[in-house]
C-alpha cells in the first residue's frame, strides 16, 4: 500500500514539474517576444568597453589594465 502511495505522490511531482517548465518556457517565449532583455546588464557602455580592450590590448595583465 505504500508503495501505492509513494508511486502516486511521484506522478504528482513529475505532473506538476513539467507544468511548470511548460508554462515557464511559454512566459519566457511571451516575453522574447515583446522585446524583453534577459540576463544581467552589462556593467560598462560601449565606449568604455573599447577603452578597457584597448588598456588590454596594450598591457594584457589584467590587474594593470583594469584600474
Not at 500500500?1 to 511521484?10: E, F, K, P, Q, R
Not at 504528482?12 to 540576463?39: D, Y
Not at 556593467?43 to 584597448?54: E, F, G, S, W
Request: net charge positive; proline share 4%.
Amino acid at each position: 500500500m505504500s508503495d501505492l502511495i509513494l508511486y502516486v505522490v511521484g506522478w504528482a511531482a513529475q505532473w506538476q514539474r513539467r507544468n511548470i517548465l511548460r508554462c515557464t518556457a511559454f512566459g519566457r517565449e511571451r516575453a522574447k517576444a515583446r522585446g524583453v532583455k534577459f540576463g544581467r546588464k552589462p556593467k560598462l557602455d560601449a565606449p568604455q568597453r573599447v577603452a578597457a580592450l584597448a588598456r588590454l590590448a596594450l598591457n594584457p595583465s589584467r590587474r594593470i589594465s583594469c584600474h
